[in-house]
C-alpha cells in the first residue's frame, strides 16, 4: 500500500458550491476511484487551501491514474469541479493538485 498526499487552492467564491458538490460525491466517481485500487481518500480543508489524501492498494499507480482520467463521468466531474480549484505555484504541468512528500507516518 503507498500513501498519497496532494494539495490545491480552493477559489473563495467557490468555496460554498465545492463544499456542496463533496457533501454528495457521485457514486459512479466513487466507483471509479475504488475500481483503480484508492482507498481511504479524504479531502481536508483550512481556510482556501484543500488537503487531499488516498492509500493506493495496485500493482500499476501510473496506468490506474489514467483509467480514472478517461472514466467519462469522472471528466463531468471535474468539469464541475476544477473551476473551483485553483492550483498552486510548483504544481507539475499537467497536473491539478500538488502532490506531497511523507515525511513521516505511524501504524
Not at 10 to 26: F, K, S
Amino acid at each position: 500500500m503507498q500513501r498519497f498526499g496532494m494539495i490545491i487552492g480552493v477559489r473563495p467564491e467557490y468555496r460554498d458550491e465545492y463544499l456542496t458538490l463533496h457533501a454528495a460525491v457521485w457514486p459512479e466517481v466513487e466507483a471509479a476511484l475504488t475500481q483503480a485500487n484508492i482507498r481511504n481518500f479524504t479531502i481536508f480543508i483550512r481556510d482556501d487551501l484543500l488537503f487531499g489524501y488516498y492509500e493506493y492498494i495496485g500493482d500499476d499507480h501510473a496506468a490506474d491514474q489514467a483509467r480514472i482520467a478517461g472514466d467519462p463521468t469522472t471528466q463531468r466531474w471535474w468539469k464541475a469541479t476544477d473551476p473551483c480549484q485553483q492550483r498552486l505555484p510548483g504544481t507539475p504541468d499537467g497536473a491539478q493538485w500538488a502532490p506531497l512528500s511523507e515525511v513521516w507516518h505511524l501504524d
